[in-house]
């Protein structure tokens, strides 16, 4: 069947005339060939997202071990699990004092939003154990990194997920800058969590940790 004319006189082909770009000739093709396009571009992206989607959800990832012996005790989380996020604070006081805050396990349900219970298995100290409540569930951890005033890091599973949690405190402008970093892999994983959650559960902890240190600063 013969293709309409275009408004220079030219008839529609099956391909780019010689010379003619794609942009320019798919922009004067009929509407039938243009609507055809745009459905198999809606497809193939439709595609792209259900493997994405699928990719996360059934992400397994690196065992815990793994996590905790080549990720967290080598500075990094796991950067290709489901669920990552970070947030950063500026906290007016010295490193020393929040560092006071985060190293004493036992007094997080004082704290940090939504832990009710935290139990330390002794010492801040490298694969030492602990246990906590996190929003109603139970977390089993250890400690990877324990460097006073610079960085305390730990590895744990909750409901079938793999994490890993960094802090990280360093002086800045009279002050510390605290980083917090976390990621969250297994399987199902990415339909049980998400970035953005992770990343709101991470901003309340940093704000509250913010809170608690500088209150404690001003009353001595």
Known sequence: MPYPYGRDGDRFSDSPA???????????????????????????????QQSSFLGRALYVGPSLRTLHEQYA???????????LA????????????????????????????GVREARPGGEPAPDVPFR??????????????VQPGSELSWTGT??????????????AHGGTLVRSEES????????LY????????????TAALKSQAEKAGSTR
Do not use: Y
């Not at 770009?21 to 055809?36: G, Q, V």
């Not at 969250?184 to 339909?191: K, N, Q, R, S, W």
């Not at 998400?194 to 902890?205: G, M, Q, T």
């Open 18 to 48: 010689a010379g003619a770009t794609l942009e320019t000739w798919s922009s004067r093709a009929p509407f039938a060939w243009r609507r055809h396009h745009e459905q198999h571009e809606e497809i193939h992206q439709m595609t792209v």
């Open 73 to 83: 005790k080598h500075g990094t989380v796991d950067a290709g699990a489901p669920v």
């Open 86 to 113: 970070s947030c950063e604070v500026t906290v007016r006081a010295p490193s020393s004092e929040v560092w006071e805050l985060l190293a004493d396990i036992a007094r997080w349900p004082s704290w940090v939003p």
């Open 132 to 145: 906590w409540v996190l929003n109603g569930m139970r977390v089993k951890s250890t400690l990877a990194v």
């Open 158 to 171: 909750l409901a079938g997920t793999r994490g890993v949690h960094r802090f990280l405190l360093e002086p």
């Open 184 to 191: 969250i892999g297994g399987p199902l994983a990415g339909l």
């Open 194 to 205: 998400s970035s953005d959650k992770l990343r709101a559960v991470l901003a309340d902890w």
